[in-house]
Every structure is written in C-alpha cells, then in structure tokens.
C-alpha cells in the first residue's frame, strides 16, 4: 500500500478523475456565460443601449464566423432570430435560465460520479485493510487490541472516502470557479479585480496559519478515539476481573479521564474553528463594502456602467465561497493525510504473509505417505531469545508424536510451528514430499489440523461452526437469476474495480470431499462420528430434546415428533406409569402445572404472554374480569399472602428459603403485609387497584400437586377451565400470533422437543418421575431411529460470542470435532483437552487415538505419562530436543524424560 | 392430604415436636410429597445423605448387605422418620429402604432440615435429647453385650 494518500488515490483512481475533468471544464464555461449574461440583459433590452428607437430589432442567436478581410471578411452562419426589445429580454432571460439549469445538471453528474469514486475507493481501501490483517503475522495480534483495528476500518478511513471524490476535483472545480470569477471581475474593471484579488490573497495567507494548530488537535483527537475503543473493548473482555476485584471505579475513573481529554481536545478545537470562521467572514463581507464604495464612485464619474458593477457584485458573491472552500478542502487534504498515515502505521507490518500464501487452489497437492521431517527447526521470538533451537526429527506421517517438556520448554511453540501457524526463523520442516514452512495456506490448512489450549467458536451454530473447516472455497456457485443475476453482475464488476475479490459468499463452500463424503446426508452422518469421538454427542442430544425446532424445519419432522409423542404415551401405559406424567388435555385442569399455564393452555411466542408475566397482561386480565374469575383468584392471592406471611415472616432477610419457596421476596413482605391489613380494615372487593393487582397475581404461579396449599377446588379448576376456552375463542387477532395453544394431534413448535414428546408434566409427588420418564423419553426416541434427529436439531444450538454459551469443555470439544472432521493427514493438539476433566480427557485422548489410527498425530502432553499412549516421544528442554524414542525405551534411560516424570 | 395435614402428622413426631409452628409449617411446604410404589427404593446404600424421609403412609423395610447377602433389619411404618441422622454428618448411608407397600412419604432436604434446626434452639435442644438417648441405649446395651459375651 502507498505510503502517501496522493500516491494511493493517483493510483488507483486516475482514470475516474480524468473521466470527470470534462465536466468540470464544461461547468466552467456555463458559469462564465451565466455570470456574462446579466451584464447583456440589463445593458441591452433593460437600459435600450441597442435599442434607439421602439421600432428597433437586434438578431438574437446569430453565428458569425470571424475570418480575416482577404479571404472574404465575416461569413454569417446563421443570421439568428431577430427581435424587438420586449422579445428581446423574455429571450435573454430564458436564456438565463436555461443556462443554471445546465450548469446544475452538470454539477450533479459530477457531485454524483465523485460520490461513486469516493465510495469506490473507499471499499477498496477497506478491504485492502482487512486483508492486511488477514496476512498479518499472529505475533501482531498480540499488540494490537482487536477494537482498535475495527475502529481503524471502519471509522478511521470513512472520511479518506469522502476526501478521496474531492482530492483532484475540487482543487480544479473550486479553483476554476474562483479563478473565472476573478477573471471575470478582472475584464470588467481592473481596480475591482484587483480589490478582489487582493482579499482573497489575504484569505489564503491568513487562514492556513491559523489552522496549523487545528490538525494537530485533529491528530490528538483520532488517537483518543481510537483509544477510547480499544478501552471499552477491554472493559467488555475483563469484566470479570474488573467485579471480581471492585475495580469497576477505577474504570470509570479512567474512562472519565479519557473523555475529559476528549473534551479538553474539542474545546480548544471549537474555539479556534469558530474564530477562524469569524475572520474568513469578516474578510469576505469587506470585499463588497469596498466594491459599493470604490464601484458607486467609478459609476458616478461614469467610468463603469452599472451593469458591469452589479455583474462585478453578482460575480463576488461567488468568490469567497469557492475560495473557502478551497482553504476547507485544503484543511481536509491535511487531516486526512493525517489520518491515513497514522492508519498506514498500523498497518504497515513487516513479515506481512505474501499474497500466494492465501490463493484459493482447488485441490491441491496433498501429503499422504512419508514422514514429517523437521530439520535445524529454529524460532526467534520477540525478545530474541531462542525459543526453539535446532530441532530435527523425522517420524512417520502416521505416527501418533508426544512432545513432552516443562511449560517454556518451547513445546508449543514447536507445535505452532509444525502446523505452519507461525514461520519458523530458520529450518524446515516437510511432510510427505512436500515443504511445509513455504506451502500455501490452501495445503497446510487442509493437510495440517491445528487445535490449541484454547480455541476460538464463532458466534454461530454449533453446526456451522464444525463445518467451518471445511469452508476453503466455493465448492458449488450459486445459481441466479433475473434482478438476482444482475445483481450479482453488479457486485462482480464493482468488486473487480476496486481490488475485491471475486469468490462468492453466496456459494456452498463446505467441502464434502474434505470430509471424505459424497453428500450433505454423508456429512451428517460424519459430524455426529466426530461429535461421538469426542462425548459431545449425548451433551447435543440433551441441547436437542430442550430446544424448539426452528419454523423452517419440514412438517416431515413434525410429524415424526407426533409420532414419539404417541410413542411415549404407549409406553408408559404399558409400563402402567400413566400417571407419571399428567398430560395437557383441554377438558381438564393440569394440577401438575402452574395456574398460569393453566389458564395460557399453549407455548406463548414472544414476549406477549410471558408465563412468568401473564397476570400483567391486559388481556388476560380482561379475560378473568369478563368470566368472573378475578374475586375467586383475588381470594385465593389474600389467601395465599397470609399463608406466606405466615410462613415467612420469621425468618431474616436474605435467608435462602424465600427463593427457594416463597411467592414474595423478603424486601416485599412489609408491603404484603400492609395490603393484608387493608384488605381486613376495607374488605376484598374495596381495596385499590395497585393492592388488587399484586394480590391477583400471587396465585398464578401455584402448582396445585405441589404446593399441596388446598387454594385451587375442583370448583375453581371449572371455573379456570372456562376461563381457558373464553380466552382461546375471544382472543383478539394482533395476538393470535402470541400463542401457540397445545393440541393433542399437533406439534407445538413454540415449546421444546421434550415438552411436546411428553405433551403434559411430569407429577411432582412420584419419587424418581422425572429420571425415570427422562430415560423412558430416551428409550423411545433411540428405538424410534429419533435419536440423531435431536442431535442434529441440537446442533442448531447458538454458541454465542466466542462459544461464550457453551461450557469450556464443550467448546474445546467442539474445536476437536471440527478438526477431525476434515480428515487432517496430520492432527496437531496443543495441550489441547486441558480444560477437560480428567476422566473425559482419558476417554477422548483414548478414542481420538483410536479415530486416528493410520493418521498422524503431534500431541503436546500435559501430564507427561499420557505420552505413554504415543508410538514416538519427543523431549524438549529450552527449545532443544533432548531426547526422542518410544517410550519405553526412553523410560530405561535415566534421561530427561525420567527426570520429568520424577516431577510428576 | 393437603399441608395442614402433614403438619398434624409432624407435630406428633418427637423431631419435630419442638419446632415453632410457623417453622413447622414452613418445613411441610418445603418438602416435597412423594409416592414409591412397592419395590422402589427409597434410600440406597453407600449413597450421600442428602434427606430424611417422614413416613405418611405405608410400610417399608430397611436392609444392610452382610456376607450372606442382604439382611432385613426393620420396618418402618406411619410417621417414623428415615435417615435424619446421616444429613448431619458427611457420610454415605447405613442402610438401604425399600417401599414394601405404597408408601407416602414427606422429604425433607438436607439444606431445609439444617436451616429450620438452626432458626429454632428448642428444636436443635430436642435434637440433642432424642440423639443423646439413642447413644445412652446403644451404651447399655453394648455394656449389656459385652457383660453377656464374658
């Protein structure tokens, strides 16, 4: 990238300014013509200077070709219209008018391809950024905070956009424009011009000193800015740090700090803005004063014609803004000259990884038999201390390698540099026949799988998230058609012209035969393998039963749900545990759940009829006032507020009972216990609607089965009962889409896939219902085939911003599943089950050796016993291999390896 | 049998008895009330003691293993109590129970028992008393044992 912005927009950008000079020259003449016209309007037909007497008539439009005398004198081309006085003005006038509306015509062809040109190079510039980053080396990463980055691409560079469309044309517009104008001043009155020009000399000297200190404010302030960023971001990645320690004041003690120079920068910038802006108009309005003083006196001794003076004022007005907005632009060129070099900085990066280390190949050259050899392998870090020194060994490409070593031993590093993740200072290292440290990503990412301590999720799908490795490019283009087709013909030319790239993110990229599968069925089947290798497939068929499938699966699926909800029903009749789950059936009150999912009878959709909130909604409150449930739930809620003031009124604030079992928080209770007092004192029915609301909504959490209170009788039950068809039937039509009402014979696809297996609840008062109804659900769904079915449906699951929603285990997990998944001929696991318990790391080291057999693994071990497991053990100690060998032999020696076991 | 009920039952049993009616009641409501059908365990040996169970109805029998397979030692019928001795100590459990009829039973929580004994010395005190008789029983009768062996 160009050091300097004037290089990078020459550049890139040449051809879309040369395009517009045209224009600009055409706009000038029209101005110079309409600032011409007025003079002729008002000294012809308005003053009569070619009218001496009514009758007279001048040609209008005439087109004479001037030659000289001896070829034959003026040869008329067009003797134009001729006319009278009156015709004569509406003509010139018109002519006036049809003049601004070319000239604005033109105007906007230019302020409109310079808005293209801007955008343009804009988005070439930002992607070029971006892929900087992409080929940064990772040791940069670890300077350069991530916020500061997006703020630098996406905030930073936005006005280089805006100046990008002005940098050659404006000078050349502006410039034009106040140069014709000044001419034109120039050819009517000499001293006039020279007023004028000397003015705006003033100006042009004047205001650039002035503005000196104002783009060093500019530089201050950008780097705050961005500062600022990079410091929220921290704040948001340390949060926990930052309660854990209250520390959370000296933050906002440093974040003020922050702001206050913000501050401090635009107080001092606003106030030198502004008095600039008050000299520049001071100087632009003493031009007129000396125009009306200096031309009213060469009027009046009739050395200028008043058409002339009032040209020379109308040209005037037009001066000081173009030649203000030359100093602005001036002042822009600045800033953002600034702007770009500070962002070059950052950008500008030595050991930048070359352009064809990244090329898309579609299917390269692969390593598939040999040996991985690495040779004098050496690394220099930052510091310049050897990290790794010298290492050369050879193991066959399957063969399952320990490295084994103290923490700084340098046994990571070698792992990152065997998966090529960082370029070695000096060595090689190959696999197969092929050089790894200078082979292009599209062979290293394939052949090599690199999983670390602690991986990256994105923030998608657990699914796409494991398929994300096998997105190395577009496999299957994207088929378009009509308004589709031309706009991606569009994206295409508009990506070529600014340096972008070709590929479409549209397209299918994941890559069956990476996975070595022929379909998507295949590969489905392959990351449930893989999700099985690592014991993430029950934690996803748990995920699966307890989410709600999305809108968009086939009614196909449905209806196989239906079918294990059937399924299950007959099994525990069989088992005679019928009355282990009551089920959900319109005629009858379910006592097993709570009043409220009574009176809701569906899965609510969104946040309208909230079960936790229902008794607030106005709705459902003119439903129980329209049946007459809402005395009857009013008593039961006082009912229910003295049975809880009972219960809890002795115990000390904070005790953990009032969450575990009360119906009121304990700050609550003196508020309860004056509403029960009312009530005694003013009776139910007279108490005011706040007392009213708070009692009615009490009840609607109780579980009848549960709470064993008595409150709810076989004759509210009814009454609910009613109250559950009259909501279902008068429900009004903005909220049909706020409930999903359960239906023996359809899925309710508001409410999770266990909930409409069961279609009921499990009762509260059989000892073990709910383990034995789990395992009875799982049972079902395995004989029915189900069971990967609800995996897959678990799989949808989002993980969150940086898999923040899964356990750390279960990411790390996830992260292994992926890296199996594209079939590496060589799998590189940096500590990588760390996080794992003990027991599933055991499992999964076990299994993933098994997985991998006849393929290659680098494991750098922890705990130095589990190298036992490995065909080769290499030993490192300050970045030296000291040892290699199996195990066993090693284990003889009384070498390094021993002295590390005897460590434990 | 709704929650007054069980707390009639709860004021007839010695544990109990001394506890504030208020704090009586609190311990019903936070209990679960759960139904075993015959055969189904209740507590099971070598398991962490996480409850003690109050019988309301039914029978159930508790067993040891020994060497000659597992041995019946009692059964426990209405309002006895099961295992509220092992929540107070961090120790597997002694003995296996097993439904023999359908039984009904009130379980009380580790965490609920010692919050409620810990809001009422009278309680704690009769704790005190209850498990102070029971060791001055196992004494005598192991002096008992002991004079009968020599």
């Known amino acids: 990238m160009e050091r300097s912005l004037f290089g990078y927009i020459i550049r890139y950008s040449k051809r879309d300014q040369l395009l517009i000079v045209p224009l600009v020259v055409a706009s000038m003449v029209l101005y110079f013509l309409s600032l011409d016209l007025p003079k002729t309007i008002i000294n012809e037909p308005i003053q009569g200077r070619r009218f001496p007497d009514p009758e007279s008539t001048v040609s209008f439009l005439g087109i004479a070709l001037r030659l000289p005398e001896f070829i034959g004198g003026d040869w008329r081309l067009f003797d134009g219209f001729v006319l009278e006085r009156m015709p004569y003005l509406f003509a010139l006038t018109l002519a006036f008018l049809l003049l601004i509306v070319a000239n604005g015509l033109l105007k906007y062809q230019i302020n409109t391809m310079k808005g293209w040109m801007g955008e343009r190079m804009l988005r070439r510039l930002r992607y070029a950024l971006f892929d900087h980053i992409l080929r940064f080396p990772l040791a940069r990463f670890r300077r350069v905070k991530s916020a500061e980055l997006a703020t630098m691409i996406k905030d930073e560079v936005e006005p280089l956009g805006g100046f990008v469309g002005e940098a050659l044309i404006t000078p050349l517009f502006l410039g034009g424009q106040a140069l014709t104008a000044l001419l034109f001043i120039l050819y009517q009155h000499v001293y006039l011009g020279m007023i004028a020009l000397g003015m705006v000399a003033v100006q042009a000297v004047i205001i650039p000193k002035m503005r000196r200190r104002l783009l060093t404010l500019a530089k201050q302030r950008q780097l705050t800015a961005r500062q600022l960023a990079g410091r929220i971001a921290e704040v948001s990645d340390g949060i926990v740090e930052i309660h854990a320690h209250d520390t959370s004041n000296h933050e906002r003690a440093d974040i003020a700090a922050r702001l206050g120079r913000m501050f401090r920068i635009r107080f001092e910038f606003y106030q030198r803005k502004f008095m600039i802006k008050f000299v520049n108009n001071f100087l632009s309005q003493l031009t007129p004063f000396l125009f009306y003083s200096v031309g009213g006196y060469l009027v009046i001794v009739g050395k200028l014609d008043i058409g002339a003076l009032v040209a020379v004022i109308a040209a005037y007005k037009d001066l000081p803004t173009p030649v203000k907005e030359l100093i602005d632009w001036d002042q822009q060129r600045l800033d953002v000259q600034i702007k770009y070099t500070q962002v070059m900085e950052q950008f500008m990066v030595e050991n930048l990884a070359p352009r064809t280390l990244h090329e898309v190949i579609d299917r390269p050259l692969l390593p598939q038999h040999g040996k991985i050899c690495a040779s004098n392998l050496s690394l220099v870090d930052e510091s310049g201390s050897k990290v790794v020194d010298g290492v050369s060994f050879e193991v066959g490409l399957d063969a399952h390698v320990a490295i084994v070593g103290r923490p700084d031993s340098g046994r990571s590093e070698l792992a990152q540099l065997l998966a090529r993740l960082v370029p070695p200072s000096s060595g090689t290292v190959s696999m197969g026949d092929i050089d790894i440290t200078r082979a292009p990503e599209a062979v290293t990412g394939r052949a090599i799988a690199y999983v670390g301590p602690s991986s990256y999720l994105f923030p998608l799908s657990v699914r796409e998230n494991l398929l994300y490795a096998l997105k190395h490019r577009p496999v299957r283009e994207a088929v378009y058609e009509g308004e589709e087709l031309r706009e991606r013909e569009f994206q295409l030319r508009e990506a070529a012209r600014t340096g972008g790239t070709s590929l479409d993110i549209g397209a299918d990229w994941t890559d069956y035969e990476s996975a070595g599968v022929a379909d998507a069925d295949a590969l489905e089947n392959r990351v449930l393998e893989s999700l099985r290798i690592v014991e993430m497939e029950e934690p996803m068929f748990e995920r699966g039963l307890r989410s709600a499938i999305a809108p968009d699966r086939s009614t196909e699926l449905r209806e196989l749900l239906l079918g294990a909800r059937e399924a299950m029903r007959e099994r525990l009749a069989t088992l005679h545990m019928e009355d282990w789950v009551e089920r959900f059936d319109p005629a009858r009150y379910n006592r097993n759940a709570t009043l409220a999912e009574n009176l809701l009878f569906g899965a609510p959709v969104g946040k309208a009829f909230d079960i936790e909130n229902l008794a607030q909604n106005p709705y459902v409150a003119q439903v129980l006032e329209e049946t007459g449930l809402t005395g009857d739930l009013l008593a039961v809620g006082h009912q229910l507020a003295g049975t809880m003031v009972e219960l809890f009124s002795d115990l000390p604030p904070g005790h953990e009972f009032f969450d575990q079992f009360s119906f009121i928080r304990h700050e609550d209770l003196p508020n309860v216990k004056a509403i029960l007092a009312r009530v005694t004192e003013f009776g139910l029915t007279r108490i005011d609607p706040a007392d009213r609301s708070q009692l009615l909504a009490l009840p609607f959490k109780l579980i009848s089965a549960r709470h064993r209170l008595g409150l709810i009788d076989e004759a509210l039950e009814g009454r609910v009962l009613e109250a559950r068809r009259y909501f279902a039937t008068r429900l009004p039509g903005t909220l049909r889409h706020a409930v999903e009402f359960f239906d023996p014979t359809r899925y309710t696809s508001a409410a999770s896939l266990q909930d409409n297996i069961l279609f009921g609840k499990i009762v509260s008062g059989q000892a073990d219902a709910a383990q034995r109804v789990g395992g009875l659900i799982r049972q079902v769904l395995d004989e029915l085939g189900l069971r990967p079915l609800v995996v897959k449906i678990g799989l949808d699951y989002q993980v969150g911003v940086g898999g923040a929603r899964l356990p750390v285990a279960d990411r790390q997990k996830i992260a292994l599943a992926r890296a199996i998944l594209k079939r590496p001929a060589v799998l590189i696991l940096d500590q990588a089950l760390g996080v794992l318990d003990p027991a599933s790391q055991s499992v999964v080291s076990a299994r993933l050796a098994e997985h991998r057999k006849g393929a290659g693994i680098v494991w750098v071990v922890q705990r130095v016993d589990a190298a036992e497991q490995a065909q080769h053990v290499l030993v490192l100690e300050r970045g030296r291999l000291v040892e290699q060998g199996t195990f066993d032999e090693l284990r003889k020696r009384n070498g390094a390896l021993n002295r590390l076991l005897k460590e434990g | ?150």
Request: proline fraction near 4%.
């Open chain 2, 1 to 150: 049998m709704s929650l007054d009920q069980e707390v009639e039952m709860m004021r007839q049993i010695p544990l109990f008895s001394r506890i504030a009616p208020a704090m009586q009641k609190l311990l019903c409501f936070g209990s679960e009330r759960l139904t075993y059908d015959p055969g189904q365990v209740l507590v099971k040996v070598g398991d962490m003691a996480d409850a003690a169970y109050v019988i309301i109805e039914g029978q159930a029998e508790v067993s040891v293993p020994s060497q000659r397979g597992t041995v019946v030692v009692n059964t426990m019928g209405k309002n006895e109590v099961i295992g509220e001795i092992a929540i107070f100590v961090d120790l597997p459990r002694t003995a296996t129970v097993t439904a023999i009829t359908k039984v009904e039973v009130l379980r009380i929580s580790k965490d609920l028992f010692i919050n409620v004994v810990r809001q009422n010395p009278d309680a704690a005190i009769e704790l005190i008393r209850i498990l102070a008789m029971r060791l001055v029983n196992t004494t005598q009768q192991l002096i008992k044992n002991t004079a009968g062996a020599k």
